[in-house]
């Protein structure tokens, strides 16, 4: 079957630097993505990788190793507004978005 | 910047009930997606088109129905209502390529009793 694991909450420091890891099993694999998701709001893109190795953007990069089957999402100089959930999403050999459940992220000052 | 537009933010209906979903997007998108969100889990597909009038089942599609007649527009039909049917609906666009990310709406939170 196809899944993907990603850990369903982390606690972080205002100010300091969190990696979420996201791991999948799909038929095929053309892609990963990343989305935020604030509490009662609609995901948001973040990122899209295919290609092994790191992609920076802003404070937020995302790093893929296709033969491990593995992905993260690193978050720099955390703010409070950082807080909220963060999807991993992988596209299968059909082009369909399998789902990880979510990783809440907290921010405490 | 894209915008999809979905029509109640939240709904509550009766079982039994016949309940539509109005989904709109102004990007001349191709393609539309209907899931839907609850605790623990992850998105799940109800269905999705890649064109007008056409329409593909997703992982999800028993009990629900869609219909897109025009480009903008997808709508999500409940034909009768029932209690698990109660969830977080979020109807979604992209243009057609495997990178091209998804654009949500702020969903529609159906409750029903």
């Known amino acids: 079957g196809q899944n993907i694991d990603q850990p369903t909450e982390m606690t972080a420091t205002e100010g300091a630097i969190v990696q979420i890891n996201c791991t999948y099993q799909?038929?095929?694999?053309?892609?990963l993505f990343w989305y935020q998701q604030h509490a009662g709001e609609a995901p948001t893109f973040l990122s899209y990788n295919v290609l092994d190795g790191l992609e920076e953007k802003g404070r937020f990069s995302s790093f893929l190793s296709r033969s491990k089957g593995y992905s993260y999402l690193l978050l720099k100089e955390l703010q409070m507004k950082d807080s909220a959930s963060y999807l991993c999403?992988?596209?299968?050999?059909?082009?369909?978005?399998?789902w990880g459940a979510g990783t809440k992220l907290i921010i405490k000052p | 910047d894209v915008k999809v537009t979905q029509s109640s933010r939240y709904l509550v209906k009766r079982t039994g009930e016949k309940v539509f979903l109005e989904c709109v997007q102004d990007?001349?998108?191709?393609?539309m997606f209907w899931y839907r969100q609850d605790p623990g889990l992850g998105l799940r597909l109800i269905y999705f088109?890649?064109?007008?009038?056409?329409?593909e089942k997703g992982d999800i599609p028993e009990g629900y129905s869609v219909s897109r007649e025009k480009k903008e527009r997808f709508s999500l039909i409940l034909e009768s209502a029932s209690t698990n049917q109660t969830s977080m609906y979020l109807c979604a666009s992209s243009r057609d390529g495997e990178s091209s990310p998804l654009h949500f709406g702020n969903g529609t939170r159906l409750t029903v009793t």
């Open positions: 990007m001349d998108h191709e393609n």
């Open positions: 088109s890649y064109d007008v009038k056409m329409k």
């Open positions: 999403a992988a596209l299968d050999s059909n082009y369909q978005l399998i």
């Open positions: 799909t038929s095929g694999f053309n892609g």
